[in-house]
Each structure stands twice: as C-alpha cells, then as structure tokens.
C-alpha cells in the first residue's frame, strides 16, 4: 500500500494532537501491561516456590510406590528395587535424579517418652536424603548402613533427648513380627513445617531394609524431574514400564497444592482479562471522541478522494501506535521493577498466611517469555480488534454531511 | 479537454416528515474553461449541486457525463476515484487538514495519487509561489490567515491538473480584500491554465468577475446569462486549447 507512509504520519500527527489525552491512554496501558506482567511473574515466582516447597516435602516430582501403599503405607506394601526396564526409563534426559527410599510408621522411644513417626532409610549418596530439611546439630548419614538417626528438633524436644543419646525403634517385619532397634542420634534437623519436625525420623536404607527384614525391597521411588509443570508424559513412560505400581505426580499427591496451583493459573488469566477489559473501555472511549472531534476532517479527506478504507486504516494506525506506545513502556518498567527485586521480594511481614500454603518469605518473580508474549498480544490484537469499531464508524461518514456540520 | 453535461437532475430530500426539492430537472451544460458562477439565495440547491458535478452525492435521476464517463451511477470507491483524480475542490471553511503544514496539505492528493516524493515537492512549492504563499510552506493551518488558508486550498485543488475545480461559497469567511485576491487568484488561473471553474455564491462581488452567472431558486435554474462585458477579459488571457498543449 503506497499510502501508508501518509497514513502513518496523519496516524502519528493526530496522536500527538491532544497529547495530554494520549499521554494518560498510553500511561494507562503502560500501568496495565505492566500489572499484566509483573502480576504474573510474581505469581509464577510464588508458585514455583510452592511447587519446589511441596516437592522437597513429599518428597519428588513422581513417586512410585505399590498400589495399596497410599491407603496401607506399611511394610507389607513394599516393592523390588528397579529393574533394568524402569532403570532405563529413570535414565531418560527428562529425569534429573532419584532414589529408593524404606518408609514406614514405626514407634520411637527415649527412656522418657514414646511417640509415632514415619521412619525413612535412605540412602545418602541419592537426592534429598533429608527431603527438603536442614540439618541443624551433628552430621548427615554417611553411607546407607550408616547406624544413626537423625530427627527433627521438636521430635527431640518431645521424646526429651538430644543429640549422642541413644532411642529405640520399633516396628513390623514382612510376617507382622515386631522388630525393634537401637540407634544412636547422630543429627537433628530443622523443617518449615512443624509436622515434619515432629514425625519424620531418617535412617540409613540398608539398616533399616536389616532390620525390618525386608531385604533389598523398598517401600517408594522418588524422581525429581526438570520440568516442574508438564509431567503427563514421563508419568505415562513410567507407568508403562512399571505396570504393577501406583505412579503419581506431585500435584495428585499433594491435590491441596495442585488445585492451588491450578487456582493460581485461572487467577491470572482472568486477571489479565479484567485489565484488559479496563484498557480497552479507555481505549476504545479515546478514539471515540478522538473522531468525533475531527469528524470534519475525515469528511474533508474523503472528499478530497481518500477512500473510507484508507480512513479506517488511518485509525487503526493511530490505535496501534498509542497501544505499541503503551506496551514499549510498559514492558520497559516490567524489565525495571523486576530488575529491582531479582533477588527476592521479602514478604515475611504478611508471609505467614502464605507460609501455610508451602510459599517461603522471600518472593522471587519468575518472569516467562510466554506469560510476556501473551499479556503483549492480548493488548495489541484484542485492543486492536476493539478498535475496529470506530474505525469503521469513521470511514462510514459521509462526507456530504460531515462538511456542513460547521 | 472536457465538458460538462448535466441532464434532467433531480435530488429530493427528506426533512421533518416532508420532501424537498435540492434539485429539480436541472439541465445545464458546461463548456471547457468556463468560469461559472452558480447565485441563488440560500437553500436554492447550489450545494446539490455542486457535489453532483463532483461526485460527492449521486442524484435522484437524470445524467451527468464529465467528459465522455457517466458519473452518478458511480460506487462509492469509483466516486472516491473520480473526486481525486479529475476535481478539484474549495470549500467554504475547514478546507485544510489541521495537522499538515501547507506544503503537506497540498501535496495530501498527489500523495494520494501515487506520486513519487521529488515531483510533489517540486510540485506543490511552485503552486504555492503561483497562488502568492512562497516562504510559508511549513505553516500549518492556524498558523496561517483565513485568506491565505483559502489559498491553500485552491493550490491543493488545482495541483493536479483537475478538469473541474468546483468552490461552494469560497469567500464566504472572508473580509472583502482577501475575498477580491482570491477571486483574482480565480480568475487568473482560468485565464492562465485554462481551468474550468463553477463557483457557488450569493455574493455579489464574487458574481462580477464571472462572464456566466446561473441563478438558481427552489433547486431550478431560473436564468443563464453570459455577460457580454466579460468575454474581452476572457479572450486577453492564454486560450485554454492552446494551454492544454
Ligand atoms: N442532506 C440533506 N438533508 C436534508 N435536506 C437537505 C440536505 N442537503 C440539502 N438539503 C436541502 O436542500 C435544499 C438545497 O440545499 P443546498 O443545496 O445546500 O442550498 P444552497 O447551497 O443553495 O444554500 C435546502 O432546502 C436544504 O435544506
Ligand atoms: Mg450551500
């Protein structure tokens, strides 16, 4: 289109005519991209930082276990350690890690006091021995017939121990015989939840695979993937290659933090949308008045032998510019406010609500190129598309009438 | 070059529940550079009209043939066509875009027509010399008087090489002496460039420098008169077959 280079500079002329109403348009959509994105990049931020939370805790991005283990998680449900098919599954490039761990409820004992607790054998040269805990006092498992136990610090408080002291563990074997042990208490551990400080007790896998005579036999396989989010298909590749046990996903394990994740997604769409709807009710009600005031003009162009389809492109041009306006500033302060805080948002003073959903107290945004792309389109091509009403109106005039409306 | 024929005309309007006659059976006929004056009291049908002849409204009924095309069976786009490439057109106020400069507004139809960048330049200042606005170029519209703005327009409507250049009341928001500068402007490019002029008006000065005045009453013509005093002025000028060489 040969016009278009005059088109463009009547399009950029007539933006700056009222250049107050153009600077608050293109603030407006600048603020609203900028919400849009910044919005969307902290809620990223806090979800993965739930899902990295939830993930240590369960622990694992997909767990396998025997089928009746979820509703009966005892010895009795235990399972071989993985064959040579699933261990080539579990070395496929979209698996980060596992590891083979013994899991089963157990009593444990101090001369004062006794108490439930879920005994975990691991086996320290595999990932999140500690599952996502700090060890605060003493030292780690060293290999997995390591004959410590390390517990949580509010455990210990409780059974009135503490490290170097000796406890007593008793449980079941395969054939319902209590077994029991002595272990010495060689690390304490610090957890977020204090559930998990109270209830989880972490020993070396082949002491307890001994004790418990279960012999190379585990209770549940836990994989961290590289992905986070998109875990249909390695969840399928496994149970495929695993057909006689349960392989779950993190957000079937945990279903709280998968429908908050879930809630989270639709949350920010409809954020989006209601910005959107926002902008585009101040975008189209600027180019309403911008045309109803240069009606005459539009009139005097078509006379002079512009057609109307020219004239509505004209219009367009003019949207397109003030949302392009909008969107460049408002990406740039994106870039800016999220450069500001790249090393985290530290919400500790309102975290505590936000704690008790897994989100730790230093919010760190997670900007995607996808969530930056969609916010940008959504703006440009529906405000567009907005737009394209008016326009049209406009190049309906005619010009007959327009020129003698003086 | 081109005449103008108008046959049996007709144009009726709706208002208030009853029709009015803009045009009734208008004949008229228009021979190559005339410079026609169309008086009538307001409400007469100067303006149907005019933008009969130049395409901006399609009559009723009856023919108009600019040169050898029929054009009130036109579609809107052949009428968007035909207004930029054969009239030329001033209008009685808002005749310029507000955010082109002078020199922009007048190139805007050569723009529109295609052509390239160096000869609108060249183009559009050399009219702009010939209608008397060397140096104010790069004015915008409010920068310039209500005369001169006019002038603008009458540069932007001949730039082209029109066949018609149609004025609906040119003067109207003119003192009198940018009013006899811009008829004079008028007149001097019939006579130069042998450009066909109607202009509309119920403004007596305007009518004395027309050789032909149509009166027009209740959408009819009701005289045609050459003024035999006028014909001398006319033939002292470039005769318009030798101009169109
Ligand atoms: N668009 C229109 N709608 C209704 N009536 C119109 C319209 N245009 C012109 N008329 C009527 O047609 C008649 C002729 O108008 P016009 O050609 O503008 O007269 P003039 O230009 O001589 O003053 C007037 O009575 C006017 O009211
Ligand atoms: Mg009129």
């Not at chain 2, 108008?6 to 009853?18: A, I, R």
Request: net charge negative; with cysteine.
């Amino acid at each position: 289109m040969k016009q278009l280079q005059t088109l463009s500079t009547l399009a950029w002329r007539n933006l700056w005519r009222n250049y107050r109403r153009t600077l608050i348009m293109t603030s407006a959509i600048a603020l609203g991209v900028w919400a849009m994105i910044f919005m969307t990049a902290m809620l990223r931020g806090m979800m993965a930082d739930m899902i990295t939370q939830g993930v240590n805790n369960l622990p694992g991005h997909i767990q396998l276990h025997h089928p009746e283990y979820r509703a009966d998680p005892s010895i009795v449900n235990r399972f071989a350690p993985p064959g040579d098919e699933l261990l080539e599954q579990l070395n496929q490039a979209d698996i980060k890690s596992w590891s083979a761990r013994v899991r089963v409820p157990a009593v444990i004992a101090s001369e004062r006091a006794s108490r439930g607790v879920n005994l975990i054998g691991v086996d320290p040269a595999e990932p999140l021995p500690l599952d996502g805990n700090l060890l605060k006092d003493g030292r780690s498992l060293e290999t997995e017939s390591d004959r410590g136990l390390i517990m949580g610090a509010k455990l210990a408080e409780r059974l009135e121990t503490r490290l170097g002291k000796r406890v007593v563990l008793m449980s079941q074997d395969p054939d319902n015989n209590v077994v029991d042990r002595g272990f010495r208490v060689v690390g304490i551990f610090e957890s977020e939840l204090s559930a998990t400080e109270e209830n989880q007790v972490y020993a070396g896998r082949a002491t307890l695979q001994k004790m418990l005579r279960m012999d190379q036999k585990i209770s549940e396989l836990v994989i961290l993937t590289e992905e986070q989010r998109l875990l249909q298909p390695t969840v399928e590749r496994l149970a495929q290659s695993a057909p006689h046990l349960e392989v779950l996903p993190w957000y079937e394990l945990d279903r709280f933090l998968g429908t908050s994740v879930e809630t989270f997604d639709g949350f920010s769409m409809v954020f989006i949308v209601v910005i959107f709807l926002a902008l585009s009710f101040g975008l189209v009600n600027t180019l309403v008045m911008a045309i109803f005031e240069r009606t005459r003009e539009i009139g005097l162009m078509q006379a002079l032998g512009m057609t109307p389809a020219s004239i509505c492109v004209q219009i367009l041009l003019e949207a397109m510019m003030l949302l392009l306006i909008g969107l460049l500033v408002g990406n740039a302060l994106v870039l800016l406010s999220l450069h500001s805080i790249k090393d985290g948002l530290d919400i500790s003073g309102v975290a505590e609500g936000m704690a008790l959903m897994g989100a730790g107290s230093v919010l760190k945004p997670a900007l995607h190129t996808l969530d930056v792309i969609r916010a940008n389109g959504v703006v440009l091509v529906l405000g567009i598309v907005a737009c394209a009403l008016p326009a049209w109106q406009a190049s309906r005039l005619d010009p007959i009438t327009t020129m003698n409306h003086t | 070059m081109t005449s103008i024929l108008c046959q049996q005309l007709c144009k009726t309007f709706e208002q208030g529940g009853s029709l009015i006659k803009g045009l009734d059976h208008v004949d008229l006929s228009i021979e190559p550079g005339e410079f026609v004056c169309l008086s009538g009291p307001s409400g007469s049908g100067k303006t149907t009209l005019l933008n009969a002849l130049g395409g901006l409204d399609t009559p009723d009924q009856g023919e108009i043939t600019i040169g050898d095309q029929r054009i009130d069976q036109l579609s809107k786009k052949q009428l968007a066509h035909l207004r930029l490439q054969k009239i030329g057109f001033v209008f009685q106020a808002f005749n310029l875009v507000p955010v082109l400069s002078a020199r922009e507004n007048v190139e805007f139809v050569m723009q529109l027509q295609g052509i390239d960048k160096a000869e609108r330049r060249q183009r559009s200042d050399t009219i702009l010399a010939e209608v008397g606005l060397a140096g104010l170029e790069q004015r915008r519209p409010a920068q310039l008087s209500g005369g001169q703005q006019q002038r603008v327009a009458v540069a932007r409507a001949i730039v082209s090489n029109p066949v018609l250049v149609l004025a609906d009341e040119p003067t109207a928001n003119l003192d009198s002496n940018s009013a006899s500068q811009l008829m004079d402007l008028f007149q001097q490019l019939n006579q130069k460039r042998g450009i066909t002029f109607v202009i509309a008006t119920h403004d007596q000065r305007v009518m004395s420098y027309c050789r032909r005045l149509i009166r027009m009453q209740d959408g009819r013509i009701v005289s045609d008169e050459t003024q035999p005093g006028k014909i001398a002025l006319q033939s002292e000028g470039v005769a318009p077959q030798e101009q169109a060489l």
